[in-house]
């Protein structure tokens, strides 16, 4: 069993580095832009057809997995995880970024199986880094091992979050309170960074770039592959409240240490979205 999972690894990062290249021309081209949920949410013509290479080579290898992409989704497939062998693919994570030239761009694809991911990937196509974690095979940067900070301390990290692409006034007051409770006079963050990319930041939490992320409203596609870079590197993902991960519930917290996570959570005002 773990020997296909092997193949499956492999041939995760053989896709990851062909859409990485069909990225990479498009990204300092003109591109056409088109709007989703709302007038900042984005997508190009390069999401699509990246999204429909991904899927077509992993289906050829493995006709009978199951597929979820966030260009799938946005089209009107069902989005449904099942204990089958799934594919959960985003194309282009950090959409706006690519739009604007803003060098944060990664192709983000995991396996999950019975439920839980054996596989992920996460390649910026713009700097050329592979993240990649395999269950039990530990988490790594272009081949080389990556591990969490181990940081504990609210107020000796650097918190990661997003401000989302959705413009609603409840969410937006949500986004701007939770940031202003970890920027304060009394027990403050070093600082907070948004790299535009859910799957980046939780690479970037896996390697001790930054010690935590978090963000209510992201979709399976985003965190998926992350999930696993995150937890191969020694770090904790959790829900929001401080409770167990959940996928599909459009919440993630992400950290060097439970310790972290759970002071996080506690700091936090809960949002609930429509689940995956
Ligand atoms: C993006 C996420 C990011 C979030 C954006 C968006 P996309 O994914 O990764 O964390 O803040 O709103 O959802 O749409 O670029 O694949």
């Not at 992409?69 to 497939?77: D, F, L, N, P």
């Not at 596989?119 to 969490?148: C, E, R, S, W």
Request: proline share 2%; with cysteine.
């Amino acid at each position: 069993k773990t020997e296909s999972w092997d193949v499956c690894f492999d041939a995760a990062v053989e896709v990851a580095r062909k859409a990485g290249e069909e990225i990479r021309s498009a990204f300092s081209s003109e591109k056409r832009i088109e709007t989703k949920s709302c007038a900042v949410d984005l997508v190009t013509e390069t999401d699509q057809k990246v999204e429909k290479m991904i899927i077509s080579t992993l289906r050829e290898k493995f006709p009978t997995h199951s597929f979820i992409g966030e260009e799938s989704a946005a089209a009107g497939e069902k989005v449904e995880l099942t204990d089958n062998p799934t594919w959960i693919i985003d194309p282009v994570d950090g959409t706006t970024n690519f739009v604007h030239g803003f060098p944060f761009v990664a192709v983000s694809i995991a396996l999950s199986v019975n439920k839980e991911v054996v596989v992920g990937v996460v390649y910026n196509a713009i700097l050329d880094q592979m993240f990649t974690g395999q269950l039990g095979k530990g988490a790594f940067m272009n081949g080389k091992p990556i591990h969490v900070s181990g940081q504990e301390e609210l107020s000796q990290s650097l918190l990661i979050s997003e401000f989302g692409s959705s413009r609603d006034k409840e969410k937006m007051d949500l986004v701007f309170s939770n940031l202003g409770s970890f920027l304060n006079e009394n027990n403050s963050a070093h600082g907070v960074r948004s790299m535009g990319s859910a799957a980046l930041n939780m690479s970037h939490v896996a390697c001790g770039g930054g010690d935590a992320y978090f963000e209510f409203g992201i979709h399976c596609w985003d965190v998926a592959a992350g999930y696993l870079v995150v937890k191969e590197a020694g770090g904790v993902t959790l829900d929001t409240t401080g409770g167990p991960f959940d996928m599909m519930s459009r919440r993630v917290l992400c950290a060097s240490s439970v310790k972290l996570a759970r002071t996080i959570a506690e700091g936090l005002t809960q949002m609930e979205l429509e689940r995956d």
